[in-house]
Structure formats: C-alpha cells, structure tokens
C-alpha cells in the first residue's frame, strides 16, 4: 500500500513560508511585500468598501427621497449631500482600485429595501419635517456602522482612515442641517 503525498494544508505552514511570486517581488501573506512597499491592509480595505456602501446608500436614498420634498431649499441642501456621497464614494473606489483591490459590488436587495421603506414611511406623511427626520435616522444607522466598520478595522490608516473621518464629518453635518427641517 502506497500513502499518497499531500501538500501541507496553508494554517499549518509557519506565516514567513507562505509566499507568492508577483512579478519582481515576493508578497508575503502577512500583506507585506519582501523588497517592496506594503500591501493595502486588509483593515484598510474593509474600511474603504464600509465607506463606499455607506455613500451609496446615502445617494440612493437621496435618490429615493428627493421627488417627494418640495421644499426648495431642503431640496438644493439634499442635491449637495447626493454630490457630496458620490464624491467620498467615487474616492474610496478608486483607492481600492488603485491598490488592485475589488470594490463592493451594488447589494440591490439593501437597496430595494431601502426604497420599499422610504416609500411606505412617506406613504401618508410626506411632510419636510418628516422626510427630515427620516433622513437623520438615515444619517445616524450611516454613522452608527461606520463606527463599527472602524472599530472593527482598528489597523486601517492612511486615506481609509481619512475618508471614513470625513464621511462621519459629513453626516453629523447633515444631521446638524437637517434639524432646521423638524
């Protein structure tokens, strides 16, 4: 009887052993690059996909929202916050794009969520004051996950850690607006 030979399964294989050829460099698994830069952490990049989910739900549900106010000026503030998402959004993507990372791909099913619940809450009350309110519940589950997102992520630095400040910047500024609405 012959025992067949078998490649040692990865988490038993010391870290420093585990490797790949790319190119010119070995890249560690550790996300470190033997002669080179470090790799994007993996803390970074899940930072960066938060922030991107995160701006997208706030477009769409500006989206979502925007033909049922009719308050000219709650409506010009709205138009600068779905501007202000699709910019931290597009800039979170393309970090992750240039570090060879895959962004998060549109989750439909969150948004058709998002949309049949912005839909039934306006059903009977459209009023400014309560799509305001809905949109600093909105503002505040943003915040809320973000804040977990960077605990969780408590190695990210650099532009995640920067764009993450700056949308929860953004968002306590939105609340801070939209409270003129109530």
Known sequence: MVAKATAPRRENVPRHI???????????????????MPDMKNDDIELLREVQRNAEMGMHALEVINPKVYDDSMALMLARESFKYGE?????????????????????????MLTASIQGNTL???????????????????MTSL????????????????????????EENNIRELKRYL
Do not use: C, Y
């Open 147 to 170: 804040w977990k997102a960077m605990n969780r992520n408590e190695k990210a630095d650099g532009q995640a850690l920067e764009l993450a400040g700056e949308l929860l910047d953004f």
């Open 88 to 112: 931290l959004h597009d800039r979170a993507r393309a970090v992750l794009l240039s570090k060879n990372q895959t962004p998060d791909p549109v989750n439909k099913v969150k948004q058709l």
């Open 18 to 36: 585990l490797f790949s050829i790319t190119g010119k460099d070995a890249i560690l698994f550790s996300g470190q690059k033997k002669g080179g």
């Open 124 to 142: 009977l009350n459209s009023t400014t004051s309560h799509m305001a309110e809905m949109l600093i519940r909105g503002s505040s589950m943003g």
